[in-house]
């Protein structure tokens, strides 16, 4: 009923940039809540940035400075600009988000499927 299509992944060298875009589609009523996280093999997902319907931000330590969310709520879209690329940022980076569809109006979670981002040395 929701899905949640991640896009702007690859490859970048350290000190580059890249933009991720997460898009919603289906029956949405409204989104709430939306993050970005990441996975790296063997480690547990960590929480990246996640921001309100309306525009509060929140970062972890490690990409404070570098990495800006943002969101467009008529376009249901969320977007990560990730600037200053370290080699520590390779992961895979998945959207999530609560949404509320037109059938049941209460929100429930969902998530991408992930997009990989690598960055060089």
């Known amino acids: 009923q929701v899905q949640l299509v991640e896009s702007g992944g690859g490859l970048v060298q350290a000190g580059g940039s890249l933009r991720l875009s997460c898009s919603a589609s289906?029956?949405?009523?409204?989104?709430?809540?939306m993050g970005w996280y990441r996975q790296v093999p063997g480690k547990q997902r960590e929480l990246v940035a996640t921001?309100?319907?309306?525009?509060?931000?929140n970062y972890a330590d490690s990409v404070k400075g570098r990495f800006t969310i943002s969101r467009d709520n008529a376009k249901n879209t969320m977007y990560l600009q990730m600037d200053s690329l370290k080699p520590e940022d390779t992961a895979v980076y998945s959207c999530?988000?609560?949404?509320?569809?037109?059938?049941?109006?209460?929100?429930?979670?969902?998530w991408g499927q992930g997009t990989q981002v690598t960055v060089s040395s």
């Open positions: 921001i309100t319907s309306g525009g509060s931000t």
């Open positions: 999530n988000a609560w949404v509320a569809i037109i059938s049941l109006p209460v929100s429930r979670n969902y």
């Open positions: 289906g029956n949405i009523l409204s989104i709430n809540n």
